[in-house]
Protein backbone atom coordinates (compact mmCIF):
# COMPACT_ATOMS: atom_id res chain seq x y z
CA UNK A 1 0.00 0.00 0.00
CA UNK A 2 3.25 1.86 0.53
CA UNK A 3 3.60 2.19 -3.44
CA UNK A 4 -0.11 3.49 -3.64
CA UNK A 5 0.41 5.81 -1.45
CA UNK A 6 3.60 7.10 -3.60
CA UNK A 7 2.07 6.83 -6.73
CA UNK A 8 -0.69 8.88 -5.62
CA UNK A 9 2.01 11.70 -4.29
CA UNK A 10 3.54 11.60 -7.84
CA UNK A 11 0.14 11.82 -10.22
CA UNK A 12 -0.44 14.47 -8.13
CA UNK A 13 3.10 16.37 -8.25
CA UNK A 14 2.50 15.58 -12.02
CA UNK A 15 -1.07 16.98 -12.38
CA UNK A 16 0.12 19.98 -10.58
CA UNK A 17 2.87 20.36 -13.24
CA UNK A 18 0.48 19.60 -16.42
CA UNK A 19 -2.96 21.54 -15.44
CA UNK A 20 -1.47 24.17 -12.87
CA UNK A 21 -1.14 23.72 -8.83
CA UNK A 22 -4.71 25.29 -8.21
CA UNK A 23 -6.53 21.76 -10.50
CA UNK A 24 -4.11 19.65 -8.99
CA UNK A 25 -4.36 20.59 -5.07
CA UNK A 26 -8.22 20.50 -5.67
CA UNK A 27 -8.70 17.53 -7.81
CA UNK A 28 -6.25 15.66 -5.08
CA UNK A 29 -8.45 16.83 -2.11
CA UNK A 30 -10.82 14.75 -0.01
CA UNK A 31 -14.12 16.66 0.55
CA UNK A 32 -13.36 17.31 3.95
CA UNK A 33 -9.63 18.54 2.90
CA UNK A 34 -7.53 21.62 5.18
CA UNK A 35 -4.70 23.25 4.21
CA UNK A 36 -2.76 24.87 6.32
CA UNK A 37 -0.68 28.04 4.49
CA UNK A 38 1.41 30.48 6.59
CA UNK A 39 1.92 30.37 10.18
CA UNK A 40 -1.54 29.90 11.20
CA UNK A 41 -4.39 30.15 7.96
CA UNK A 42 -6.34 27.10 7.78
CA UNK A 43 -8.37 26.49 4.33
CA UNK A 44 -10.89 23.84 4.67
CA UNK A 45 -12.86 22.64 1.92
CA UNK A 46 -12.46 21.83 -1.99
CA UNK A 47 -14.23 25.20 -3.08
CA UNK A 48 -11.96 27.35 -0.22
CA UNK A 49 -8.67 25.69 -1.41
CA UNK A 50 -9.55 26.48 -5.15
CA UNK A 51 -10.15 29.81 -4.16
CA UNK A 52 -6.63 29.91 -1.91
CA UNK A 53 -4.58 28.54 -5.41
CA UNK A 54 -6.41 30.31 -7.98
CA UNK A 55 -4.46 33.75 -6.63
CA UNK A 56 -1.29 31.69 -7.01
CA UNK A 57 1.17 33.41 -9.27
CA UNK A 58 1.15 31.57 -12.83
CA UNK A 59 4.84 31.19 -13.35
CA UNK A 60 5.08 28.91 -9.92
CA UNK A 61 6.01 25.62 -10.10
CA UNK A 62 6.01 22.98 -7.51
CA UNK A 63 7.68 19.54 -7.19
CA UNK A 64 8.11 17.44 -3.99
CA UNK A 65 8.77 13.62 -3.13
CA UNK A 66 7.94 12.04 0.14
CA UNK A 67 10.57 11.09 2.07
CA UNK A 68 8.99 8.86 4.75
CA UNK A 69 5.30 6.96 4.23
CA UNK A 70 3.20 4.93 6.47
CA UNK A 71 -0.24 3.23 6.44
CA UNK A 72 -3.01 2.49 8.65
CA UNK A 73 -2.62 -1.46 9.22
CA UNK A 74 -6.44 -1.66 7.45
CA UNK A 75 -5.57 0.60 4.84
CA UNK A 76 -7.69 3.53 5.90
CA UNK A 77 -5.42 6.30 6.18
CA UNK A 78 -1.85 7.11 5.43
CA UNK A 79 0.61 10.05 5.91
CA UNK A 80 3.99 11.13 4.57
CA UNK A 81 6.51 14.03 4.63
CA UNK A 82 9.26 14.76 2.76
CA UNK A 83 10.52 18.30 0.88
CA UNK A 84 9.52 20.22 -1.20
CA UNK A 85 10.50 23.02 -3.76
CA UNK A 86 8.27 26.36 -4.57
CA UNK A 87 9.72 27.89 -7.88
CA UNK A 88 8.77 31.17 -8.91
CA UNK A 89 10.12 32.71 -12.57
CA UNK A 90 11.25 35.91 -12.21
CA UNK A 91 10.58 38.68 -15.23
CA UNK A 92 14.10 38.68 -15.55
CA UNK A 93 13.77 35.10 -16.33
CA UNK A 94 15.65 33.98 -13.32
CA UNK A 95 14.16 31.40 -11.11
CA UNK A 96 13.69 31.83 -7.13
CA UNK A 97 13.50 28.97 -5.24
CA UNK A 98 11.84 28.38 -1.51
CA UNK A 99 12.56 24.72 -0.25
CA UNK A 100 10.51 23.42 2.44
CA UNK A 101 8.83 20.26 4.26
CA UNK A 102 5.66 19.04 3.40
CA UNK A 103 3.21 16.80 5.72
CA UNK A 104 0.51 15.07 4.12
CA UNK A 105 -2.59 13.09 5.69
CA UNK A 106 -4.17 10.50 3.09
CA UNK A 107 -7.72 8.82 3.51
CA UNK A 108 -8.95 6.15 1.01
CA UNK A 109 -11.86 6.83 -0.43
CA UNK A 110 -14.45 4.34 -0.95
CA UNK A 111 -13.21 3.57 -5.07
CA UNK A 112 -9.71 2.96 -3.68
CA UNK A 113 -8.64 6.22 -4.75
CA UNK A 114 -6.50 8.22 -2.27
CA UNK A 115 -7.40 11.82 -1.20
CA UNK A 116 -5.54 14.15 1.22
CA UNK A 117 -7.51 15.30 4.20
CA UNK A 118 -4.79 17.82 5.21
CA UNK A 119 -2.08 18.91 3.52
Not at 10 to 35: M, N, P, T, Y
Amino acid sequence: MKAEVFNTEKAFEQLCADSGIAVGFVRFADKEAVILRGNDSIIKGKEAIRNFYKKTDPKASVSWTPDFIEVSKDGSMAYTYGGYIWKIKQDDGTIKEFKRVFHTVWKRQKNGSWKYVWD
